[in-house]
């Protein structure tokens, strides 16, 4: 075939324009009668002679194929024709789709003689179609058509077409089984009209029905002479007809910026913006759920004024959450949208963003948190009129009980809430409906949903499950598996991105050192990646060491700028293998072409360690870094298992693990949460309410599956559900957290619970502290809460922690060995707020102390407020008095009678106040006292640095409290003195601190 420059093509194609407008005037009524015939275009001379069979698809109550079109109207000239260059769109039934810029040839032979125009070729869409595959069964017919695509699906990722028989259809619409297959009339070679693609591909023949056919995108736009004419048909894609983004109202062409939406949000788009029903989708990654919650969003902008309702997505991780905020207030931030991120990072002074926000960003635990003080925001929370629920299968962690109880609590607000739930990994997406029901009228009807199958992901993934023999524990089958690793990435990795998850931190080291020594023994030709171009700049020695060989390896032991580092230089290219623990299946967006779990089992973050096998769930978050859209096109997942195990994990693959609920688990803290906001006021309302859990759900399928507190098998469900919460209520009441007299409400304690988000194990700990606990005591019962089950002792760890237990800094020191969990949460928050340095410059455990912290700091402060508010209920003022100076330090993270508090004040530093401790300064009010020129002396700086500081000083909040009695002491022969006072508070500042 012969090269066509741009410019020639331009011409030519203006040229048969020409001729086709010329060849159109001579167009008459009459219609061919329908026949076999064989269809080709350009000249034979250069371009071959194309034979093939064409058929077109009729619809009952409609035909394509033969319909009359005024092409005269559409093509006047040359200088007419309309070309949407600037959007790259077709005008006519492709009106709507992205042209490719590929489109390079119009070819066309002699004029088109009455009856003969009817039949014209379409674009090849065959390239944008999903990649089939085995897996879930879809409830959407399995028919591979072409299709054009949302922005979920980018252009690398497309599958090529099959190499077979090209074949002609017309797009339909209504349902396949109204199709049947009718002859097109025959064209003669001269007479067709045909376009191609340029490159390797072969076009699918794809049949316009007289259609006035645009321009390529490279053509100057010109505005059209004619009235445009509406499509009848569009492109039809797994049986399903894709909806054009223009049915929407032209201000939401923003948020969906392509021309149609892609299989499963045309499959989704009636009921999600027709309808108000709550809907559950399941559907594989990549595949463009996002852009099911928008349409939601807008059909709620559609009906309410801004301001008047308030949205909330929840997502179970932090990171999702900031991507969410960002992505949505950049597309709904025109609209007047607040988006507000509601997590656990979340201050104090950006909870009034919430206040105001629309759209509110959050996690389970975070709602959960807020929503159990509702009667204090009841206004807000009927604002809610739209609930979003990504990643719905964390159902099946322990989060998930959290992720159901807000869900329930929600649709008991009394508010018409709206439920939309997505999740890429749920085979029994029935149940989901099921629990959520239609809508707040009919909660009894499951609600739509819509399960598409592995054919609809929009990226190829090979699965591969391979097992090996082993007799010892998990890290010395660990160390087996490392040495399979070569052969496994050597058959499979086709020279990209790998990604390696492993079990340890300490494997994930071990394996990227392994790799870096495997790829430094190999010749230029035979490595399986390139070595770095620039040089990264990295903290970590080990990680140095395998880094320049493109091997890296990524935990939350790395310091922030060295994970940082790893990931930009995996986006970048410089890196090739990163060995990652399982935390790096959520979050940032890697290019992972080959994914590789290595060993199926994580060790538990508990106190007592030992391994367990990943859930299903999880390892489908872990495979599903592969492949992502927007980088690949193709991907790889093998699965390194014990030979036990093969068999479970190939079924598991194909999405049939069953979600079940976790609810009964802690079912305890939400029932007690329950009660205190009034949901639950008696035996038959905590049976009710239960009866609208997912658990009661998967109770009436799989009963054997639950072994709940108070339950007992052989009796029908309303008998065990009975049971159930007979048995919770009465734990709670036999530690005093509720009271059935009158009805059932939470005791001071239990509203404590609640209020303070304290678990039931935990807080029986809080009440059993002895009358006039000493702070040593009170701490003590801190650490062993079990909100700390993920501070555990790390190999290696306990000889440096033994050296800080020495430290004349701790002021409590362990008289016990290390050993527990506890130990250690005691002597973190020892080691803070006596500002002592841990004892070892080892990057690893130092990176460690410093998560330990984080979690530590997260949840400390609301169990010690927990503490007073129980102990001023049980009027022990001593342990009340020790809990508040705790709750103090602990708020400085400096002890409250030590120098160390000094720190409070910007500019002084744990150096500054060593200095001025030194110099007999020791408090706040002792930086006021002195001249300015003496703090200048002692700390070596310069005026007006002195004055400057007393400033600070003097607006750090400085209280009073004062106490007046009211009428006569009451003595009772026996009791004690009761006193009756009034207590004022007031500043002592000479202005009020800010």
């Known amino acids: 075939m012969p090269v066509v420059h741009e410019g020639d093509m331009d011409q030519r194609i203006f040229d048969q324009l020409d001729r086709l407008q010329r060849g159109a005037r001579n167009v008459g009524q009459t219609r061919q009668s329908m026949q076999y015939g064989n269809i080709s275009g350009g000249d034979p001379q250069d371009y071959g002679h194309t034979s093939t069979l064409a058929y077109t698809i009729r619809n009952d109550g409609y035909e394509y194929g033969d319909e009359n079109v005024d092409l005269e109207s559409h093509y006047r000239s040359q200088d007419n024709v309309t070309r ?53 069964v879809s409830s959407s017919p399995t028919l591979h058509q072409p299709h054009p695509s949302s922005p979920a ?57 007289e259609r006035p056919i645009s321009q390529p995108r490279s053509a100057v736009p010109r ?111 025109p609209f007047d949208l607040q988006v507000a991120e ?113 054919e609809f992901r929009p990226v190829r993934l090979a699965r591969h499950v391979c097992g090996y023999a082993g007799t010892g524990n998990d890290f010395v089958f660990d160390k087996v598996l490392n040495a399979k690793l070569p052969e ?36 230029p030709r035979e490595r399986y990646w390139e070595a770095p171009r620039s040089r990264l700049v990295i903290e970590d020695k080990d990680l140095r060491g395998t880094i320049s060989s493109g091997v890296s390896f990524h935990h939350a032991g790395l310091s922030i700028a060295d994970r940082t580092a790893v990931e930009r230089g995996y986006l970048e290219g410089e890196i090739n293998v990163i060995c990652c623990t399982s935390t790096l299946a959520v979050g940032v967006n890697l290019p992972c072409h080959m994914v590789i779990i290595k060993n199926t089992v994580t060790y538990q973050s508990s106190g007592s360690g030992g391994c367990k096998e990943y859930s299903d769930l999880e390892t489908m978050q872990m495979l599903g870094r592969a492949g992502r859209p927007q980088f690949d096109d193709n991907a790889v997942a093998v699965i390194m298992t014990r030979l036990r195990r093969v068999q479970h994990y190939e079924k598991m693959v194909t999405g049939q693990e069953i979600l079940e609920s976790c609810l009964h688990l802690n079912l305890i803290d939400h029932l007690n949460a329950e009660i205190g906001l009034g949901t639950i006021t008696n035996a038959a309302t905590a049976r009710k309410w239960l009866s609208g859990t997912f658990l009661y759900v998967r109770l009436k399928d799989n009963p054997e599956h639950y072994r709940i507190d108070g339950d007992s098998s052989g009796r029908n469900l309303d008998q065990r559900l ?52 000493k702070v040593s005591e009170i701490l003590s019962a801190l650490a062993q809460a079990g909100e700390f089950k993920e501070v555990r002792f790390r190999a290696g ?21 290390l050993d527990a969990s506890a130990h250690k949460v005691s002597l973190v928050i020892q080691s803070v707020l ?19 912290k984080s979690i530590i700091f997260l949840n400390v402060q609301r169990l010690v407020r927990c503490v007073i508010d129980c102990q001023l209920q049980l009027q022990d003022a001593v342990t009340a008095r020790n809990a508040l100076a705790l709750a103090r330090s602990l708020g400085a993270q400096a002890w409250d009678d030590s120098p160390l508090h000094m720190k409070q004040l910007d500019s002084v530093g744990l150096v500054y106040v060593r200095k001025l401790a030194a110099a007999g300064l020791k408090s706040i009010n002792d930086i006021e006292n002195p001249e300015q020129h003496r703090l200048e002396v002692v700390l070596s700086r310069n005026p007006p640095f002195g004055a400057q500081l007393q400033e600070k000083a003097r607006g750090f909040p400085k209280l009073r409290v004062s106490m007046k009695a009211i009428g006569e002491p009451i003595i009772k022969k026996g009791e004690h003195v009761t006193v009756r006072v009034r207590a004022e508070m007031a500043f002592l500042n000479e202005k009020t601190p800010e």
């Not at 709550?278 to 309410?304: D, H, Q, W, Y």
Request: charged content about 25%.
């Open 153 to 209: 699906f980018s252009a690398s990722q497309r599958r090529p077409p099959a190499k077979a028989p090209t074949h002609i259809f017309a797009s339909t619409q209504g349902t396949r089984s109204n199709e049947r297959v009718v002859p097109v009339p025959q064209l003669a070679p001269d007479r067709t009209l045909q376009h191609r693609l340029a490159g390797p591909r072969e076009p699918n023949a794809y049949v316009l029905a």
């Open 834 to 852: 006596g500002a002592v340095d841990l004892p070892t410059e080892d990057p690893k455990q130092r990176a460690e102390l410093q998560t330990s």
């Open 223 to 333: 505005p059209s002479s004619g009235k445009r004419r509406a499509s009848s048909s569009l492109p039809v894609v797994q049986g399903i007809t894709l909806v054009p983004t223009s049915g929407l109202p032209d201000r939401f062409r923003t948020i969906f910026p392509f021309p149609l939406f892609n299989a499963v949000q045309s499959k989704c788009f009636e009921v999600v913006y027709r309808s108000n029903d709550n809907f559950v989708l399941s559907s594989p990654t990549g595949s463009g759920k996002t852009a099911i919650l928008e349409l939601a969003i807008c059909r709620l902008m559609n009906g309410f004024a801004n301001g008047s309702y308030k949205i909330v997505y929840q997502a179970p991780t932090k990171s999702l959450c900031a991507e969410r905020q960002r992505d949505w207030q950049a597309k709904f931030g």
């Open 84 to 136: 949407r260059s600037d959007q790259g769109l077709n005008e006519g039934v492709l009106s709507r789709l992205r042209a490719p810029t590929s489109l390079v040839q119009t070819h066309w032979n002699g004029p088109i003689q009455p009856g003969d125009q009817s039949q014209l070729r379409r674009l090849d869409l065959s390239q944008f179609a999903y990649e089939g595959g085995e897996g879930d």
């Open 342 to 454: 509601l997590t656990g990072d979340t201050h104090v002074a950006q909870l009034k963003n919430v206040q105001y926000a629309s759209i509110i960003i959050t996690t389970p635990e975070k709602w959960d948190s807020m929503t159990r003080k509702w009667k204090d925001h009841q206004k807000l929370m009927q604002m809610v009129k739209l609930f979003l629920i990504d990643e719905v299968h964390i159902l099946k962690e322990d989060r998930g009980a959290t992720l159901e109880a807000i869900v329930s609590r929600m649709k008991s607000v009394g508010s018409d809430i709206r439920f939309i739930a997505l999740s890429a990994t749920v085979p029994n997406s029935q149940d989901i409906a099921t629990w959520l029901g239609k809508d707040p009228m009919t909660p009894h009807m499951p609600a739509p949903r819509e399960r598409f199958g592995e």
């Open 488 to 523: 496994v990435i050597g058959k499979w990795s086709q020279r990209k991105p790998i990604m390696v998850f492993c079990f340890t931190r300490a494997s994930c080291v071990d394996t990227a050192k392994l790799l870096a020594h495997w790829w430094d023994g190999k010749g």
């Open 797 to 817: 760890e306990k000889t440096t922690y033994k050296d800080l237990n020495k430290n004349a800094s701790i002021k409590f020191p362990i008289p016990v060995n």
């Open 722 to 773: 009975e049971d159930i919460c007979t048995e919770a209520i009465t734990l709670l009441e036999g530690h005093d957290l509720v009271n059935a007299t009158p009805k059932l409400h939470c005791t001071e304690f239990g509203d404590a619970m609640a209020r303070y988000y304290v678990q039931f194990e935990t807080m029986k700990l809080l009440l059993e502290l002895p009358r006039k606990a």
